[in-house]
């Protein structure tokens, strides 16, 4: 199984565990894209609505395609009585949107799997002159607020984290959207924090898709020992996140 697709065997976890992005972070998206009744929006791989319902409460025609059949039938679920709730499953680097065009096309922690030039291009061609181009991730940090844990959970990894498929998605550049015709790049930091119990913690990490890949008995042991850790040393590991927003404009003439 393709590495970008191990998120659909855990769709309740996904949805429970997954991390959510700032208020601020969307209220100042909402703001500077104008999103409002009227407005065609689309959310590239919503997972299970992370970053969804900021947005689809707008009032805005809201659409999604999701690739895992499971995660899309989550969003099925959660979203389908919202008359302006549109979502397909299928994949997006190959997915015909025929004539539709965007006035916005956001993603959150998403078009890193899609290659840069299939990215850019597509994306590009789906917004209306004018749309934006939005991309969002979360940038955490437990070692600081708690040095200690970090090193006990990183001896850990040391020891056990063996994925039978490596994570290799960390090259996307962010920053070459203007290679590709966009204007105006932009990148704006909001704040958060988040505290977990040694259960929610594993939970957590168990949403990871490169540590779902660890195989047995690492996988077992390595969640075992997290749990372990984090009860023993303050029972709780806190996360001081960076919330990272780029914003990118199609320009008005094409």
Partial sequence: MELRKIFDTI?????????RYSPELFQYLIDHAGIAPGKTVLEIGP???Q?????????????AIELGEHLYAKM??????????????DDFITHDFASQRFDMIYSAA????????VAFAKTFELLKPGGILAMMLTRSDYKTPNEDLYAKIQKLYDQYYKPEIPYAQGGFRYDHAPEYGYVDFQQHHFP???????DEYVSYCGTHCDHIVIP?????????GLRKVVAENGGKVVFEDTHVLYLTRKPDDR
């Fill in 51 to 63: 970053a969804t319902d900021p947005i689809l409460e707008t009032g805005c025609d809201y659409h």
């Fill in 216 to 224: 047995e008995p690492y996988k077992t042991a390595f969640f075992e």
């Fill in 110 to 117: 998403t078009i890193q799997w899609i290659p840069e030039q």
């Fill in 47 to 49: 997972g299970t609505g």
């Fill in 192 to 198: 958060g924090r988040r505290e977990m119990n040694p």
């Fill in 11 to 19: 769709p309740e976890q996904f949805d429970r565990f997954r991390p």
């Fill in 76 to 89: 099925k679920e959660k979203y389908g009585a919202f008359t302006n709730f549109h979502i397909v499953n």
